[in-house]
């Protein structure tokens, strides 16, 4: 074998080497890409199991609204949980995209607990300037309240809708 015969096999094994040693790394990268895409996606998906744990009691809380004595309602905040719920309020009242002056009766604007299984209804009135007002024509359109759960989360129920976490502790 003379020496150009040997020059090109060595260059054609270098080649060949830098070739797969280009594939290797560009297999590496992809692997690690995916490998990070799979961490975030588990991560992802372990943050909305525990978002989902998280809001499990307070899906099991329900607000309702009827009308009682004129000029009256009562809210209907039933706890369907194993679990009490603490510094329950009431936080809002709307109608025709309108939030209203409300009031409610002594002491009744907040409940300290209500425990497993039980409801409360809470008289509450509409005002306009310092008297009692009559229900407005179309009726309420939904009642927002707040309360904390057996863990220690604080929650926003607004009728039937979905719960949605609080990140400020409650006001009085």
């Not at 490998?35 to 199991?49: L, T």
């Not at 009766?105 to 039980?118: L, N, P, Q």
Request: aromatic share 8%; proline share 5%.
């Amino acid at each position: 074998m003379d020496a150009s015969t040997a020059d090109w096999i060595a260059a054609i094994g270098q080649a060949a080497g830098a070739l797969f040693t280009a594939a290797a790394v560009g297999w590496a990268v992809f692997l690690a890409r995916r490998e990070g895409q799979w961490r975030r996606e588990d991560q992802a998906e372990r943050a909305a199991e525990r978002a989902d744990r998280d809001a499990a009691q307070a899906r099991l809380i329900t607000v309702e609204h009827r009308w009682e004595d004129y000029p009256e309602f009562a809210v209907r905040i039933r706890n369907g949980s194993i679990m009490p719920i603490l510094d329950v309020q009431i936080a809002e009242v709307w109608n025709d995209g309108k939030r209203l002056d409300w009031t409610t009766h002594g002491d009744m604007f907040d409940a300290s607990v209500i425990g497993a299984g039980e409801g409360l209804d809470w008289p509450v009135s509409i005002r306009r300037g310092n008297s009692r007002a009559g229900p407005p024509e179309s009726g309420i359109d939904h009642v927002t309240v707040e309360f904390t759960d057996a863990g220690g989360l604080r929650w926003r129920r607004r009728d039937h809708e979905p719960p949605s976490r609080l990140i400020d502790p409650p006001t009085r």
